[in-house]
């Protein structure tokens, strides 16, 4: 499995570029838990839990500094 | 749904690009949970909790580390 | 409500930019739980948990950063 | 025990990176908890929470931060 | 009270920066919760919580973060 | 006591960098808690508790950002 989709963290836009930051904390969760199926039954945990889809999004934010610094910003 | 709203991190002032950090935040969690019922249902859960709002403020406060940067900080 | 007081991250010394740092954190809840008498109710919940002002120090020490940043940390 | 495998923190890609944050966070946790039995008992403690996964996802997502860094973000 | 000792980020030695680093965080809780009797109140509920002094320390590794690019790593 | 182990950031590898990094995070402890003794009773809490592993292993990642950043990454 891939762990960062194309191999690659330069996009053309930042809405790229956020699409690849949710794939980048995604990807890393399945290379923990490589189980689709023990996956698919812990979303409803953490998808229904407030605290939970703060969690995730804050993983989001992290992985997505790290892609805008690599693509300078989009910086036109 | 578009993550990143008008698909550009470069806003006018700090102000807009504090409201910017607040829209991803967002944009991200109605991402994971797609459901508006449920995300509403939610907002009385997180919004009454003080450790929820503050776990909220952090997640804003790296997204707009991120616009900031991008802004070269809305230096003059 | 401004998110950004005076909506510049520039001020003239460390200790103005960490009095923006804890302005900026505040707002951000401000923004999220917008009835200020919910506000006033959560504060004695977080003000005498200890874990609950350390994750607020947590989210100042953040926007510091960021304010540090855009001050040059204030390098003479 | 290594801390960082190769002792380096230049990779080829992207995907190499990645491969290397999940390895550097799993060392310090072997640094901290020497014992492998303790380690294998304690995996489906996590692996099947969803938020003892999104916070090992956010340890990689930091260090994949310093790792992308190091490497110049792979930029062509 | 001043938030930031001196009104400086910059010290003369890595030491000192660590020191200012425990001091910046210590300084914004005395900022949130100002009574020092509660304060003092609280330090036996987390100096003697494992997860309560992983996240204060969590806190003055990002202050520290901040001080040390101010002081440009003190690189000789 | 020592907060930062000789007095410096500057490591020869990425692998003393690391080990610098998980002092630095133990120091920081002892400088909170500074009964050895209860920091040893503390010791099989977390050691045996993922999410209390995860934790530390997180603020060792923020450390050695830093450290990092202090090296240049120790590229060649």
Redesign the interface.
């Known amino acids: 499995m891939?762990?960062?989709p194309d191999?690659?963290?330069?996009t053309a836009?930042?809405?790229e570029?956020?699409?690849l930051a949710?794939m980048?904390?995604r990807?890393?969760?399945g290379?923990?838990?490589t189980d689709p199926d023990?996956r698919a039954g812990?979303?409803p945990?953490?998808?229904?839990?407030?605290?939970?889809?703060?969690?995730?999004?804050?993983?989001?934010?992290?992985?997505?500094?790290?892609v805008?610094?690599?693509n300078n910003?989009?910086?036109?």
Do not use: C
């Open positions: 891939a762990l960062v191999n690659t963290l330069i836009t930042p809405e570029g956020r699409q949710i980048l904390a990807k890393t969760i290379a923990i838990q023990v812990l979303r945990m953490y998808a229904n839990n407030p605290d939970s889809l703060t969690a995730a999004g804050h993983v989001v934010a992290i992985e997505f500094a790290t805008a610094a690599a910003y989009w910086r036109a």
